[in-house]
């Protein structure tokens, strides 16, 4: 996916991709990145090469990667992970039921009467496991924002063009077409 976004007067482009694991990856060497989104994106259309030929112009270039690491606990003693750095499943944040129910279930936990251990109250243990079965399902499907095949990209693109008139018919429906008259039974 490649997207334009202006930011205070900048404009700055984002390629998203997947890419296999590259041995030897250094996350300063500006030219592996290049060569790696200009394979990655070489022979697609929109503003595409336009945009390649800027990362090949460029010294001011990010590359990143998004990963995923699954633990067994997410306590332990004081320390917990809670919200996105435990059960983070999507880059574009469309898992919001697992941060509602994290924090409720955290929350619930710390307001539990029990007995202060010896000063400092550790994390409790069940807070961070409740949530898992959920966070598990979800990490372990492919969300439509990630798909592997050419027709998933293709079908999450047409389906990204779809939705604004999607949007816009719901609107429409419900801003602007007059109600209608409730029919009247005979008796």
Same mark, same amino acid.
């Given at each position: 996916?490649? !997207? $334009?976004?202006? /930011?205070?007067?900048?404009?700055?482009?984002?390629? $998203?991709? #997947?890419?296999?694991?590259? *041995? @030897?990856?250094?996350?300063?060497? $500006? *030219?592996?990145?290049?060569?790696?989104?200009?394979?990655?994106?070489? @022979?697609?259309?929109?503003? =595409?090469?336009?945009?390649?030929?800027? /990362? #090949?112009?460029?010294?001011?270039?990010?590359?990143?990667?998004?990963?995923?690491?699954?633990?067994?606990?997410?306590?332990?003693?004081?320390?917990?992970?809670?919200?996105?750095?435990?059960?983070? /499943?999507?880059?574009?944040?469309?898992?919001?039921?697992?941060?509602?129910?994290? @924090?409720?279930?955290?929350?619930?936990?710390?307001?539990?009467?029990?007995?202060?251990?010896?000063? /400092?109250?550790?994390?409790?243990?069940?807070?961070?496991?409740?949530?898992?079965?959920?966070? #598990?399902?979800?990490?372990?499907?492919?969300?439509?924002?990630?798909?592997?095949?050419? &027709?998933? $990209? !293709?079908?999450?693109?047409?389906?990204? #063009?779809?939705?604004?008139? !999607?949007?816009?018919?719901?609107? =429409?429906?419900?801003?602007?077409?007059?109600?209608? *008259?409730?029919?009247?039974? &005979?008796?």
């Amino acid at each position: 996916m490649v !997207a $334009i976004h202006p /930011v205070h007067g900048r404009t700055l482009a984002a390629f $998203i991709f #997947r890419h296999p694991l590259v *041995e @030897g990856f250094d996350h300063r060497d $500006i *030219e592996q990145h290049r060569q790696m989104l200009t394979h990655t994106h070489e @022979g697609d259309g929109w503003r =595409v090469p336009e945009l390649l030929d800027r /990362v #090949r112009a460029t010294d001011d270039l990010w590359l990143d990667s998004v990963s995923q690491v699954r633990m067994d606990r997410w306590a332990n003693g004081r320390l917990a992970l809670v919200g996105d750095a435990a059960s983070s /499943v999507s880059l574009f944040g469309d898992r919001s039921t697992l941060a509602i129910t994290g @924090g409720h279930t955290l929350a619930e936990e710390l307001t539990a009467p029990r007995p202060p251990p010896a000063g /400092v109250r550790p994390v409790p243990s069940q807070a961070p496991h409740a949530p898992r079965p959920q966070a #598990r399902g979800h990490q372990d499907c492919r969300p439509a924002d990630r798909p592997a095949t050419r &027709t998933g $990209i !293709a079908a999450r693109h047409l389906a990204s #063009r779809l939705w604004p008139a !999607a949007a816009a018919t719901g609107w =429409v429906r419900n801003h602007i077409t007059p109600p209608r *008259e409730p029919s009247r039974g &005979t008796t």
